[in-house]
């Protein structure tokens, strides 16, 4: 059983298009996370939810707008895409806000921006 | 500020030899520290951590980090190198200036080459 899984595994899509990528975890944990992974694989948090509330809202441009309908679920929809846009975007959970939790990832979409 | 730095884009060892992955930290407060391995076209897998206690941290697949304190160091280490271990490492350092949020900072990456 996957842990934490994400849809689609590959998105291809043209600038101006709004687009959602979405994030289910199986593990019961209590908290999500979203990273975006560039060209360069250099990884960065963008946002965070515990127990569906927003924890960590980093540096984003607002059109990317989390949603979490609940503590499994964490989905990332962004409006206008641009071509800077284009990475690998990985859903993360881990079971607390821990100090020294460990956060299991999931297997990532690669998002291209034509 | 809290960063990691990995200062190997790579590192190239022979099948069978230790390999030594480096990562360095700066963090206020103790350091909560991480490795992860990414295979290509696959998410992030966690290796190890440390927290507090013993220096030698055991994790997956055979890999050990040493944390030194004086140093500011976090080593990803393995006695003997596979040709499967060939990946992207990330060391990666808890955020202690982001309140209790969870929120990690990643190295860089060092891409390991285990040549057979």
């Known amino acids: 059983d996957t842990a934490v899984s994400q849809t689609p595994k590959y998105l291809v899509t043209q600038m101006g298009n709004d687009k959602s990528i979405k994030c289910e975890q199986n593990?019961?944990?209590?908290?999500m996370y979203w990273y975006k992974q560039d060209s360069k694989k250099f990884l960065k948090i963008m946002f965070s939810?515990?127990?569906?509330?927003?924890?960590i809202n980093e540096t984003v441009p607002n059109r990317f707008s989390p949603k979490s309908p609940d503590k499994a679920h964490l989905n990332l929809h962004i409006n206008s895409l641009e071509l800077g846009d284009s990475a690998v975007y990985f859903c993360?959970?881990?079971?607390?806000?821990?100090?020294?939790?460990?956060?299991?990832f999931g297997p990532g979409t690669r998002l291209t921006v034509l | 500020a809290q960063s990691v730095a990995q200062p190997e884009d790579q590192v190239n060892v022979a099948e069978g030899n230790p390999l030594t992955v480096k990562c360095t930290y700066s963090?206020?407060?103790?350091?909560?520290l991480f490795w992860y391995v990414q295979y290509p076209n696959r998410g992030l897998q966690f290796l190890l951590k440390?927290?507090?206690?013993?220096?030698l941290v055991k994790g997956s697949y055979g890999f050990e980090a040493e944390f030194n304190k004086s140093q500011t160091s976090f080593h990803l280490k393995k006695p003997s190198a596979l040709v499967s271990d060939s990946a992207l490492y990330f060391c990666?350092?808890?955020?202690?200036?982001?309140?209790?949020?969870?929120?990690?900072?990643f190295g860089q990456g060092t891409t390991l080459q285990v040549k057979p």
């Open positions: 993360a959970s881990s079971q607390y806000v821990g100090y020294a939790d460990t956060q299991y």
């Open positions: 593990l019961g944990h209590d908290t």
């Open positions: 939810y515990n127990n569906k509330e927003l924890i």
């Open positions: 963090v206020s407060g103790n350091p909560y």
């Open positions: 440390y927290i507090t206690g013993d220096n």
């Open positions: 990666a350092v808890r955020d202690n200036g982001s309140g209790n949020t969870g929120k990690l900072i």
